[in-house]
Nanobody
């Protein structure tokens, strides 16, 4: 089992940047594919980005492609989400999730391990 904790959320103006971090503990971090998801008020949790065990494969939601970058450091048991050119519609609680599988998934129900989330608010 793995535990994950997000950090780095906050309030930023449109066009600004934030970097979210996810620290993992427990079982060997490198066996987990990692994903970032977000949930805005009144909406379903949606996929943002995911990265494979070794970091060689990444996928992004169309809405963030070209603006967000996911990366991981297996030596530090961490995965980051660099968010640039933020828009008000990016406002949501952002969650880090882990899945002990070879295949990377973009659907939330394929990830059994979740953090508590960190709030990102983008003002216009």
């Amino acid at each position: 089992q793995v535990q994950v904790v997000e950090s780095g959320g906050g309030l930023v103006q449109a066009g600004g940047s934030l970097r979210l971090s996810c620290a993992a503990s427990g079982r060997t971090f490198s066996i987990y594919a990692m994903g970032w998801f977000r949930q805005a008020p009144g909406k379903d949790r949606e996929f943002v980005a995911t990265i494979s065990r070794k970091g060689s494969v990444t996928y992004y939601a169309d809405s963030v492609k070209g603006r967000f970058t996911i990366s991981r450091d297996n030596a530090k048991n961490s995965v980051d989400l660099q968010m640039n050119n933020l828009k008000p519609e990016d406002t949501a609680v952002y969650y880090c999730a882990a899945d002990a599988g070879v295949v990377v998934f973009t659907t939330p129900n394929r990830y059994p391990y979740w953090g508590q989330g960190t709030q990102v608010t983008v003002s216009s």
